[in-house]
């Protein structure tokens, strides 16, 4: 039981650095889908002003 | 084929989530604790699989990279590129854990031996693979600079798997194959790497879905202003 510490800031490490990348990704994700909300809207924007 | 595909991606899902159960599982109640390092042995199962799976993301990197020089196919490069970023975020955990088992074991937290300074190499390698695909000016040189970094830095993986053989290392020999790793410790081996392949494959899938949006959206905002 000596080194729990260790194994403990190991394992907690593995989860936290997994963890901010599925995070990141999930951010990058919402980015990109606020961009093809952007990009619908000026192109219903536009078909309206062309019509 | 949307719907196929969001299927197989829960099944994997719940597949994943129930391997790293039973990993961690295995991991803190099933093993036995290992009679000379003790407690923190422990970390040898997650910091093997995390390298099995890292060697095997620079793998998916080096063939796609070389599909994409041939066929010049984007797909190729997305999975290359989103394997490559993995197999980084996978190799900076084993030398993480690799050193925090190291101080226990050898007493300190790092030493040049060849084992450590080519895994180090490795992680750098493709630090620059990824630099260089952020640097690039075009994403379509990003991407065929990117390719020959991910072909070239692959000669990297065997060495590091075979320096523990070769030369004479601190880092433990590979013992799997060996004896000094009895059965219950051989299963819970098996079961993280299963676990962390899963997690691999998921996390690639959805990096290489999302480089694919990202390029689509890039084209339609260059179409729209030009």
Redesign the interface.
């Known amino acids: ?4 510490g ?2 403990f ?3 907690s ?2 989860w936290a ?2 963890f901010g ?2 995070l990141y ?1 999930q951010r ?2 919402k980015r ?1 889908q606020r ?2 909300e952007m ?1 619908q809207k ?1 192109v219903a924007s536009q078909i309206s002003h062309d019509k | 084929m949307n719907g196929r595909r969001n299927l197989i991606k829960n099944m994997l899902l719940g597949l994943g989530l129930a391997l790293m159960i039973a990993a961690l599982y295995m991991v803190f109640m099933y093993v036995p604790t290992e009679k000379s390092m003790g407690i923190v042995q422990r970390i040898f199962y997650f910091h093997v699989s995390l390298a099995w799976v890292s060697f095997l993301a620079f793998l998916v990197t080096f063939v796609f990279s070389i599909c994409y020089l041939r066929k010049r196919l984007l797909k190729w490069d997305y999975i290359a590129h989103a394997s490559a970023e993995v197999g980084v975020v996978f190799t900076t955990l084993v030398l993480i854990t690799g050193p925090i088992w190291a101080k226990t074991a050898w007493g300190i937290w790092w030493t040049w031996d060849a084992r450590l300074t080519t895994s180090l190499v490795l992680w750098l390698t493709y630090i620059a693979y990824l630099l260089v695909r952020g640097y690039a000016t075009e994403p379509a040189r990003g991407a065929r600079f990117g390719a020959v970094v991910g072909i070239v830095g692959f000669i990297d993986v065997p060495i590091v798997f075979l320096t523990v053989n070769v030369w004479r290392t601190q880092h433990p020999t590979t013992i799997i194959f060996t004896d000094g790793i009895t059965a219950p410790m051989l299963m819970t081996l098996v079961v993280c790497i299963a676990a962390f392949t899963v997690l691999y494959v998921l996390l690639t899938a959805q990096g290489a879905g999302l480089k694919s949006l990202e390029t689509s959206i890039k084209r339609l905002k260059i179409r729209r202003t030009g």
């Open positions: 039981m000596e080194y729990l260790y194994l800031a190991a394992y490490v593995v650095v997994i990348y599925v990704m990058k994700q990109l961009q093809i990009l000026s």
